[in-house]
C-alpha cells in the first residue's frame, strides 16, 4: 500500500516539473514530507574530517537557495549539497527548461543558475544556526555541503569564486566550486588544468581558513583529461571531487520524446559513464582525495559499487525527484542487504 509521501510523489508527478519541484521544496520546508527512521550504525561514514550518519548525500541543484536544508536532513539523507548559488541574482533560463524522461528513469535540464544570489541565500542560511560558545552550531543534524557557481555575465571566476567562498565558509562543512553545469557558457572551460590551478591558488590564498574544498567535475571531458585534473587538484589542496554533473551526451537507448532537448542529462542513462569515470579517477586517487560519485544511483547495489570502486560518498537527485523520500528508505535497506551478501559489516570498514 502507498503511504502518504509516495501518494504525494505520484500527485506531483502529474504537474509540470518546476511547479512540483515549487510545492516539494515548501513542503520540506515546513516539514511536511515525513522524517526518516534513525540510520543503523552500519551505515555510519567518516570523510572530509566529518562524520555522514550514511553515505547518501541530495546533489546540489534541488534546493538551489537553501530553503529547505533542516526538512530535507530530517527525510534521511546523509548529507545535503545546497546551491548552486551565484554571487547575484539571476532567473535562469527562459521557461521550460526542466523536462521528465520517464521511460528513461532521466531528466534533461537547462535551468542556467537560477539563484537568489549569495545575499539571500546567506539570509537563508541564518535561522539554521544556533549560537554557542565555539561561535555557532548548525542545526540540520547533517553535514551541509554549499555548491558555488558564477552568473552567466559580467563574471570574473578568479574573483567571484573566492569571494563566495569568503561568504559561505562560517556556514558550510564542505564547500564545492562547480565547474560543471553545462547550462553557463564557458563555465566548463574552468575545468583546463592552467586554469584550474589559478582558481585553487586564489582560493587558498584568500582563504587559507576554509573548510574542506570539493571540485565537480563534468562527465563528459576525453578520459585522459582527468588524471591531469586530479593532481591539479592534490596540488592547490582541493580536499576532494564530485564526478559527476550531468551529461551532454545523448546516449541511442533514450526513447522519451524529450530526448531532444538541450541541457544536462542525469539519472539512469548517465550512470555508466559516472560509474567508468569514478573508476577512472579512483584507480589514479589512490585514496588521496576524497571521491563523491554522483550520476544515475538508483539502488543500493549501485551504491556499494561506488563505495567499493574507491568513493567516500555517494549523492542522488533524479532518483530522489521520481520516488520521493521513500528513494531514501529504499536505498538504505538494500545497502545493508548487499553489505550482508558481500560481508560487509559496516562501511567504515571498508579499505580505503
Ligand atoms: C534539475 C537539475 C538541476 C541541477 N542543478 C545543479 C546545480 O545547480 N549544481 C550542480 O552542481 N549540479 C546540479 N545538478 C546535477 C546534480 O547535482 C547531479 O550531479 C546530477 O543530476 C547527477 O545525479 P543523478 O543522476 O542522481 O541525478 C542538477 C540536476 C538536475 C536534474
Known amino acids: 500500500m502507498l503511504d502518504l509521501g509516495q501518494i504525494a510523489t505520484q500527485l506531483l508527478r502529474r504537474l509540470d516539473p518546476e511547479t512540483a519541484h515549487e510545492i516539494a521544496i515548501h513542503s ?13 550504525s552500519a551505515l555510519k561514514t ?30 534521511g539523507f546523509g548529507y545535503i549539497e545546497t546551491g548552486t548559488v551565484t554571487p547575484r541574482p539571476q532567473p535562469g533560463n527562459p521557461k521550460p527548461r ?19 544570489g549569495i545575499d539571500r541565500f546567506c539570509q537563508n542560511l541564518t535561522p539554521l544556526f544556533r549560537p554557542n560558545k565555539e561561535g555557532h552550531v548548525q542545526a540540520a543534524g547533517v553535514p551541509l555541503g554549499i555548491n558555488l557557481g558564477i552568473n552567466k555575465t559580467g563574471a570574473d571566476p578568479l574573483t567571484d569564486y573566492p569571494a563566495l567562498v569568503g561568504r559561505v565558509k562560517s556556514y558550510a562543512d564542505y564547500i564545492t566550486i ?15 588544468v592552467d586554469m584550474l590551478s589559478r582558481l585553487l591558488e586564489a582560493i587558498q590564498t584568500a582563504h587559507p581558513d576554509r573548510p574542506p574544498l570539493l571540485i565537480k567535475l563534468a562527465p563528459d571531458l576525453e578520459d585522459e583529461a582527468y588524471g591531469p585534473i586530479l593532481q591539479a587538484a592534490i596540488d ?15 546516449p541511442e537507448s533514450l526513447t522519451s520524446s524529450h530526448r531532444t532537448e538541450t541541457g544536462g542529462l542525469s539519472g539512469a542513462p ?6 567508468d569515470v569514478l573508476k577512472l579517477v579512483a584507480d589514479l586517487n589512490k585514496g588521496r582525495l576524497c571521491l563523491i560519485s554522483s550520476g544515475g544511483i538508483e539502488s543500493g547495489r549501485d551504491i556499494l559499487d561506488r563505495l567499493k570502486m574507491g568513493a567516500n560518498l555517494v549523492q ?3 532518483a530522489f525527484i521520481y520516488e520521493g523520500p521513500a528513494a531514501l528508505t529504499r536505498l538504505k535497506q538494500e545497502l545493508l542487504q548487499e553489505m550482508s551478501r558481500d560481508g560487509i559489516r559496516s562501511l567504515a570498514s571498508l579499505p580505503r
Open 28 to 40: 520540506i520546508a515546513y516539514g511536511l514530507a515525513g522524517r526518516g527512521k534513525a540510520d543503523h
Open 46 to 75: 567518516h570523510a572530509l574530517g566529518l562524520t555522514f550518519p550514511n553515505p547518501i548525500g541530495l546533489a546540489a541543484g534541488f534546493d538551489k537557495n537553501a530553503r529547505a536544508v533542516r526538512g530535507l536532513a530530517k527525510l
Open 98 to 116: 526542466l523536462f521528465r524522461l520517464i521511460n528513461d528513469h532521466a531528466i534533461i535540464n537547462r535551468m542556467g543558475f537560477n539563484s537568489c
Open 178 to 192: 562547480n565547474l560543471s553545469s553545462p547550462n553557463t557558457p564557458g563555465l566548463r572551460d574552468l575545468q583546463e
Open 236 to 250: 592547490g589542496r582541493a580536499d576532494g571531487l564530485i564526478l559527476t554533473n550531468t551529461t551532454l551526451a545523448r
Open 270 to 275: 548517465l550512470a555508466t559513464r559516472a560509474r
Open 316 to 318: 542522488i537527485y533524479t
